[in-house]
């Protein structure tokens, strides 16, 4: 039985989960903050004041015992999110709107849901998504309705796992950005995002288990990170104005050692924001309004 029909079968049975809810709660204390902004050399935030955007990503993490995690330094499969069987699991996208700040020292209470979950063929073979819906509240009300899709694929090597380049021309079809940021994609950055975000996948730090088993030519630079980069550098576009909505998706890997291009132009309602390398071709895509 190959790999689109096992999904195909497995679906009904994976479909049961939608629905499924969890609560957590988290601080975002002053280490926390600091410890973000050191990140990404941004100024501190004393308590009481606006806290950095996107620094609901390190709160709440899935905690895994050691000998609780499978060979990819994921949690074990089950619990909330459903046992899909294929090996590869990644942020594919999501959209964030934003409906109040959140604040250096407030509980943030996140309730999640199990939003869909649907199976599709693919270039590399079966892929399924599971949406998820994330609300995250403070003792002020709702702060951020975010919804998150988790890609579910098959193990690949060589190009396969690079997912797919776009053809060489296809950055000349796409206007040149009005703005052009670059960062330094080093070991020390994607260390440091791993331990905010407590996540331990090895594809971001582990270099031998990254190309040898996973068969990339580095270590991958994490999506949520490059989503963060593009949606404080919409926020520096617009006099420090963080957008009411925000949309990103991937496209393809980055990956560590060279510098991470970060893209802006202004379109009608907002930004056109993506990331990239070298050559220019989209990595990550984002909306922000």
Known sequence: MDGHNTVDLEI????????????????ISERLAASFQATFGFDPSP???????????????AIAKAGETEADGHPARGGFLPPVQ?????WAGGDIRFHDALLVGDEVTRTSR????AAKAGRTGPLCF????????????????????????QAATGQAAVGGVPAA???????????????????????????????????????????????????VIHGPLQATLLLHMAARLRDGTPPRLFRYRSLRPLFDG????????????????????????????????
């Not at 199990?114 to 979950?117: C, F, K, P, R, T």
């Not at 599971?130 to 951020?144: D, F, M, P």
């Open 114 to 117: 199990i939003a869909d979950i």
């Open 47 to 61: 308590r009481g004041k606006p806290a950095p955007l996107a620094i609901h990503w390190c709160l709440a993490p």
């Open 258 to 289: 060279e510098p991470l291009f970060l893209n802006a132009t202004d379109v009608e309602g907002g930004l056109d924001l993506w990331t990239s390398d070298g050559p220019g071709a989209r990595a990550m895509s984002a909306t922000a309004a």
């Open 169 to 219: 021309g296809d950055a000349e079809e796409r206007p040149q950005p009005q703005w052009r940021e670059s960062v330094m994609a080093d070991t020390l950055l994607l260390f440091r995002y791993s331990a905010l975000t407590f996540n331990g996948h090895r594809i971001h730090y582990d270099r031998d288990y990254a190309t040898e088993t996973e068969g990339y030519p580095g270590l």
């Open 12 to 27: 009904d049975v994976l479909r049961r989960w939608i629905g499924r809810r969890e609560t957590a709660v988290d601080t």
């Open 130 to 153: 599971v949406k998820v819906e994330h609300r995250l509240s403070t003792a002020r009300g709702l702060a951020i309705v975010e919804h998150q899709d988790v890609v579910y694929r």
């Open 86 to 90: 294929l090996p590869r699991r990644m």
